[in-house]
């Protein structure tokens, strides 16, 4: 009879002698404490911007699956406050029935509050918290973030570029990003993320990825922002030579970036391979229409298409020689 079984009702039992001896017990294990305080809000702040990235993000937070989980929260914490700097510039701001000055008044306390935090390691808003600690914990500051809240003015100031101002507004909107990216990427291991060539391949990402966005966004910008991202080219009569162009400048960028991941540590290897191509795959596609329809319609890549690449991308970064990462 088991100590939970319950007793028959044929009425009292004999008490039975044992002469086995004691069974030993297992040394009890102390209660977790509840988490509480500034892990509990950090953890939090974390997740919001791990849902914000999920949300917004099919490509980018596909990718970024690929990666250790501590650097993956990371890194989505990174995409969320530069989604959040790009929402109040590029229409819900407007749409919630904010004029263009109070658009910028908004941007301008975001970065404020982006700044104090960099500096204290907190903030009251969620995403500007999770961004302060990943990017104290990575090594980078404000050399970063002014660039990118500048550029991000730009869009309520500016609507049609030249090579100088499109030059500034990428670095500054794109380029430190991935530049934020790389600095996680190598945060726990012995690769420099400061070494020239990880520099350039990481700025030729960030731009190649916003000049795609550039390319497959053409018709929304242009309809609803009245945006012009690329310099001499009037994209409301877009010809297949001017579009072809755009692609090869893409090429170039995407080129310099696949030569800087074999210099990456290797976890991150695999994540990098699979944005690097699901972005590359949207511009095949985008090569492989007719020109104007880019105007009508915005290129995706299918959800199958994109488990393919994930799984392509594990395999390369496995196995992809060293150029002095681990």
Known sequence: ????????????????????????????????APETGLDLYNRVATENSVHLLSRYSSSFGAASLLLPGRMRTRIAAIYALVRVADEIVDGPGESAGLSTAECAQTLDALEAETEHALATGFSSNLVVHAFAQTARAAGFGTELTRPFFASMRMDLEQNVHDQASIDAYIYGSAEVIGLMCTAVFCQDSRVDPQRPEIVDAARALGSAFQKINFLRDLGSDLDALGRNYFPGINVALLTARDRDTIIADIDGDLARARAGIGL????????????TELFATLTRKMGAIPARELLRRRIRVSTPHKVVIALRALIVGRFLPSRGGR
């Open 1 to 32: 009879m088991t100590p939970t079984s319950e007793h028959s009702d044929s009425g009292p039992q004999p008490a039975a002698t044992s002469t086995a001896a004691p069974r030993s017990r297992r040394p009890s294990v102390p209660a977790r």
């Open 264 to 275: 990456l540590p290797r976890v991150s290897r695999p994540a990098v391979i699979c944005a």
